[in-house]
């Protein structure tokens, strides 16, 4: 007994230890009077809502879902219903020589006429090394002109949301294409930037993590921050709960004054196996926001909201979801709208 006292008083240390971790992840129950719903929350946003006739081609889709006035003022009113400000319709990928991604330009200045309420800034990028290439001034260059061009065409554009993927941690040529664009895009339009999540301690829970320096620095140079806080092959509802909780904290800690939407998952695809549905899904997203945003006295002045990914995966049950564990109060909805685009 006194060798194998030393081994049982060491198991019941780690156990203790994994008890005390565990209660550690649990989460109150969700916030359902809406007290973090600032009404400005933001969405990404199918193609069509700005592509040009060429993408309705290539992907057989049907242009008159979306160049159709009723449809456009019905998704005007259904977002603005659940406090949405901000609109990222997406037009991606951009061609490698550095072009974002063609908008028809009438569907355009439509859509801008049914958002006249709302900040819409389109959702330019693609993967990195297959259609960005940061590293190359000429690049960035095409690049940088071609979304100065998009901005100057359409005035009424607030500016537009960047999304590149991956950009790993301290990536000095995604900086030099943030200060690029803030020189050749109109005074007082928004550079918004997808951005990573944070490390969690010794685990990887995406194929990316930006440290606290590197958001320091992208947050100076930006105007809001969307941290992709889904794909995190989480497997535990609890655990991800946890997760987002912590995420939030640090998010809005090392983002500086730049305000922050969390972007949060709408979707079930299994992708390539960092999502899963049944632990990382709106719900348990939303509860650890609330659980991150309770740990402050009052939530920082550049916390601003959530962004939903996505627009095409939301159906009557999902807002549903999100009016009761998130909205200040029910809103008139309006459904059906164009069906998803995959």
Known sequence: MRKLLPRILLLLAVAMAAAIAW????????????????RTNGIWLQHGWLGDDGWFLRNRRDRSRFRNDARIRELSLLLAGHGVRDVFPHLCPCSP??????????????????????????????????????????????????????????????????????????????????DELRRAMPEGTIISVAAYPPP???????????QQPYYA???????????MMYDTSVRSARFYRHVMRVWSRQVLDWSGTTPVLFGVPAYEDPGAGYHIAEAENLRNALSGIHAGLDAYRAPPGN???????CEW??????????????????????????????
Request: hydrophobic share 40%.
């Open 217 to 227: 620095e992208v947050a100076r140079r930006t105007d809001q921050i969307v941290p």
């Open 313 to 342: 995966e939301m159906d009557g049950s999902e807002w549903a979801s999100f009016r009761r564990a998130f909205g200040k109060k029910p809103e008139r909805v309006s459904f059906p709208l164009p069906a998803p685009e995959d």
């Open 200 to 210: 969690k301690g010794s685990r990887t829970f995406s194929n990316v993590h930006w």
């Open 97 to 178: 020589d550095g072009r974002i991604a063609p908008a028809d330009s009438l569907q355009t200045e439509r859509f801008l006429d049914g958002f006249s309420a709302f900040r819409v800034l389109p959702w330019v990028g693609g993967v990195s090394l297959k259609h960005c290439f940061t590293d190359s001034a000429a690049w960035r260059g095409t690049f940088v002109s071609s979304v100065a061009e998009l901005l100057a065409r359409h005035p009424r554009l607030a500016g537009i949301h960047l999304n590149i993927e991956p950009v790993p941690d301290g990536n000095e040529a995604f900086l030099l294409l943030l």
């Open 303 to 309: 916390y601003a909201g959530v962004a939903i990914y």
């Open 23 to 38: 209660r550690g992840c649990a989460v109150r129950r969700p916030v359902t009077e809406g007290k973090y719903d600032l």
